[in-house]
């Protein structure tokens, strides 16, 4: 029987976080923390706590280690990795299902889970060209589930440590039966802290949460625990401190047996490592190496027409010099990308581990056709940055303008989610030089040059300087020369390599000169490769002396690109802009898609290698000119994460960090992909599951912010499942949103666990460099569809103030079966005053058009909607009912309604 006891300090404290949690909470269950920065909404540091992105790093980094023989992951590797975590936290965005949390004693519906992720992997690994992308993805949300396991199980307070030995693998796991007692009393943990649910079953169980689909069935099992967990007895009179199970935190009020984190978070690190080891005992070296990134890439787009004769041979035989040298080394490419374009058509497409594949597909290419100028080169790249890994570089090799230029913010957009830079190899024009082509190269951090045809081999010696495992980026700079301009480059311990890049668009050598700290100039006779072309200079020293080198450049009143880049160990390997995402209390900070507003307030988050002792981190302009310094601090349990709060700022900027290495040498780094601020922003919807041959549509929003405008409309896809988009333009106002319907098909032969990510686009027709995208990627399910009537749970996720008298209201609309639904379609919303005074009506210039149509929702999948209404000040609290009709597979209709209460704020 639980005691009277009512504490003066619980109350208050219990009463402060209710206050903090109202303004963000909906019910919600949680597991290890997603991502690290913001822990759980109760500290900025993870003070000891391992979140599922330190478990995941840990494990995975421990297997690449061992697999590959390396001391510290490559950029690649990383890069792999990084993929995994983000595809991990995801899963926190479904707090419905329990399967996906092992939550609820679902153990065999989790196991199956686990089962068809596993089948997924090995289907991307298999598939020709391997799916690098899907099979990272749907190895992140598999490890969640499996870590999840040791979080909200009984496995550690049972004294078990290391993994479970049937955990995702083809076995059933004991868990209690439905009317067996799994908890039965509490231990009272204090004033601060939630009661810790006593555990009496010798088999295994896990805590139930309110709102998930498994109904807690008695009093007589365990519950998770912490705040406003319905499911759970409250250990304080206003609600706060829920009694339970789970080991998610070291925050006894999050989490009642936290004493028990640490000894789960190993377990889990365990089990990570030993899903990965299942899945590698069932692949391929080469399989193995494409899911956890051990290699560069190298990546060619070409045009094939008939002028590009000799240009495509100067490739060929420089390209095949790469492969041939890098064959059996470490640096040996993972991938192998060939996009070749033309007009009217592209392709064949080639991706491949294999580089005899790749030299003959090379070596087949041959000029034809053409005989109009532009062709279709942003379509070319596209292709070649779908195929692609992420971080890596693109060479793209024209001489012709873009008959697809509207395509070129969808390519920008693309590059930048994968962290590409791409390289236009522009051989004169029969046109004027392409503008997409500059703002491709200046976005992504890549170079324009502008050559003779018999100049192609030799540029493409740079594909081989900067297409390597420990690539870094020192220095990146678009600015016009009139008179000399002087950059210092601080070389440190670590880095291997130094290599200069100056080029431009105008047939005339720019004037460079690199200095070694001692004083010695670099010429021709002691640099590793130097190479003077029509409109630049590469410059490359293999061993720099450590230092502070000099480059000076002069010669040009147009804008010259400057690029230092090099190898070594120490790199700013990412930097991302994010905001709070998951269901709250359980959230972190996730990446934003696309370009942020001007003065939004984001979180800046950046990652570095290991090797820098300290780290100061600044905005500049593509220019070298300085912004602002962002104050970034470093993560509890991962030295190399940094995080921050600022506003962005009006104009574009690069991230530099600077500091000294572990050596106290000064270092310096770049993240050379440009970040721009857009007034109009592109909102991707949910991903859905896809099935071989069955139509389905996402529904993109687009808002202006900015001044009134037109815009043109493109999407395009890694698969080429689109069959159409509409509209192809959109006129806003200052202030308003539209939807953007796209409609794809896979084909009736798509394997199961291949994705496909669409990307969005949007372009000012009148300012093309007012632009800006966004991406959502969605698998082949081979699940079969379920016979039966669908149902809907309506959950309010949050709401924001927008401006005086309009609140944006996010929902979330789950299928909670027991059917497939089809046609999911809300036809009317309905405000409605409950207390106060005045009318509350829809904002239809801020909301989606109606009706608002998703064609497919699994059991269990969920699709979210912002609703946007004018709500008078005299309103204290208002009702939303939303109306609608959803089919299942047999397209017998169901009427729906739904309705929610809102207190105005």
């Not at 099992?221 to 789970?246: A, V």
């Not at 779908?386 to 390519?411: E, I, K, Q, R």
Request: with cysteine.
């Amino acid at each position: 029987m639980r005691p009277q006891v009512n504490h003066l300090q619980r109350q208050l404290l219990c009463l402060l976080a209710l206050l903090a949690l109202s303004l963000l909470m909906a019910q919600s269950s949680w597991a290890f923390c997603p991502k690290n920065g913001l822990l759980c909404l109760v500290t900025a540091k993870s003070n000891g706590a391992l979140t599922h992105q330190d478990i995941t790093q840990r494990g995975i980094e421990e297997l690449d280690k061992t697999y590959f023989g390396v001391p510290k992951l490559t950029n690649s590797m990383q890069k792999a990795l990084d993929e995994i975590i983000e595809a991990n936290a995801r899963v926190d965005e479904d707090q419905t299902t329990s399967a996906k949390h092992f939550d609820g004693e679902s153990g065999a519906a989790a196991q199956a889970r686990l089962a068809e992720l596993k089948q997924n992997v090995l289907d991307a690994l298999r598939s020709d060209p391997i799916n690098a992308h899907g099979a990272r993805e749907n190895l992140g949300s598999a490890l969640h589930t499996i870590q999840d396991f040791y979080s909200h199980s009984n496995w550690v307070e049972s004294g078990n440590t290391g993994a479970h030995p049937g955990v995702g693998r083809p076995v059933s796991l004991p868990f209690s039966g439905p009317t067996e007692t799994a908890c039965e009393g509490f231990v009272d943990t204090g004033s601060f802290c939630a009661n810790s649910s006593i555990i009496v079953t010798p088999n295994l169980t896990s805590g139930y949460y309110g709102g998930e689909d498994r109904v807690k069935p008695g009093p007589f099992k365990c519950s998770h625990g912490g705040p406003l967990d319905k499911s759970s007895p409250s250990s304080d009179p206003l609600g706060y401190f829920r009694e339970g199970i789970n080991k998610d935190t070291l925050y006894c009020d999050i989490s009642p047996h936290s004493g028990f984190h640490n000894a789960a978070a190993a377990a889990a690190i365990a089990a990570t490592k030993q899903y990965v080891g299942d899945i590698k005992a069932e692949i391929t070296e080469p399989q193995l190496k494409a899911l956890l990134g051990a290699g560069p890439t190298l990546a060619f787009a070409i045009d094939t027409t008939g002028s590009m004769g000799s240009v495509i041979a100067g490739v060929r035989s420089s390209a095949i010099d790469i492969v041939n040298s890098r064959l059996g080394t470490d640096e040996e490419p993972l991938q192998y990308v060939l996009a070749p374009f033309n007009d009217p058509s592209t392709g064949p497409n080639v991706s491949t581990n294999d580089a005899v594949a790749f030299k003959n597909a090379i070596s087949g290419l041959y000029a034809d056709a053409g005989g109009d100028c532009p062709e279709l080169s942003m379509t070319g790249m596209y292709n070649g940055l779908s195929l692609s890994n992420p971080s890596g570089n693109l060479f793209m090799y024209t001489d012709a303008s873009a008959a697809d230029a509207g395509l070129a913010s969808a390519v920008i957009g693309l590059a930048k989610s994968k962290e590409i830079k791409v390289f236009p190899i522009l051989f004169g024009s029969c046109s004027p030089i392409e503008p997409g082509y500059l703002r491709v190269a200046a976005e992504t951090g890549g170079q324009p040059f502008l050559l003779y045809r018999s100049e192609a081999a030799a540029v493409t010696q740079l594909a081989d300087l900067v297409a390597r495992n420990n690539a870094l980026q020192v220095l990146s700079v678009a600015d016009t020369f009139a008179t000399a301009k002087t950059y210092e480059l601080p070389v440190d311990a670590s880095m291997t390599r130094l290599t200069v890049s100056v080029s431009g668009i105008n047939p005339a050598v720019p004037t460079v000169q690199l200095v070694r700290p001692d004083g010695t100039v670099i010429n021709s006779a002691n640099a590793s490769t130097y190479l003077t072309l029509t409109s630049g200079v590469i410059i490359s020293v293999d061993a720099p002396q450590r230092g502070r080198w000099k480059l000076t450049v002069s010669g040009s009143t147009e804008t010259l690109y400057v690029n230092v880049s090099g190898t070594g160990s120490l790199a700013l390997a990412s930097f991302n802009l994010a905001k709070i995402g998951g269901q709250a209390p359980h959230q972190g900070l996730f990446k934003l898609d696309g370009e942020p507003a001007p003065n939004q307030s984001v979180y800046g988050v950046a990652a570095l290698t290991p090797g820098a002792a300290t780290a100061q981190f600044i905005m500049r302009t593509k220019a070298y000119a300085d912004i602002a310094p962002i104050a970034m601090e470093r993560d509890g349990t991962d030295g190399g994460k940094y995080f921050g709060q600022f506003a962005v700022p009006t104009q574009p900027f690069l991230l530099y960090v600077t500091g000294n290495d572990s050596t106290g040498a000064p270092y310096q780094r770049v993240f050379s992909m440009s970040v721009t601020p857009q007034g109009v922003s592109v909102i991707a919807p949910p991903a859905q599951d896809l099935r071989p041959g069955v139509p389905a549509t996402m529904v993109f929003q687009v808002r202006n912010d900015g001044v009134d405008d037109t815009f043109g409309v493109t999407a395009t896809d890694d698969l080429h499942y689109i069959t159409g988009v509409a509209p192809s333009s959109l006129t806003l106002r200052s202030g308003e949103t539209a939807n953007v319907i796209v409609s794809l098909t896979p084909p009736a032969g798509a394997s199961a666990g291949s994705a496909d990510t669409i990307t969005a686009a949007v372009q000012s027709t009148t300012n093309p460099a007012s632009r800006n995208s966004a991406s959502v990627t969605n698998f082949v399910t081979g699940a079969v569809a379920v016979p039966g009537k669908p149902s809907f749970i309506a959950q309010v996720l949050g709401q924001e103030t927008l401006a005086p008298g309009v609140i944006g209201v996010d929902l979330r609309f789950t299928n909670a079966g027991p059917g497939t639904a089809r046609a999911m379609t809300i036809g009317s919303i309905r405000p409605r005053t409950l207390a106060g005074t005045g009318t509350v009506t829809l904002n239809a210039a801020l909301s989606p058009a109606l009706p608002f149509v998703t064609p497919n929702v699994d059991v269990g999948g969920y699709f979210n909607v912002r609703l946007t209404f004018n709500v008078p000040a005299t309103v204290q609290r208002f009702s939303i009912t939303e109306g609608g009709v959803v089919s299942d597979i047999d397209g017998a209709p169901y009427s729906l309604s739904h309705a929610q209460s809102l207190i105005a704020r």
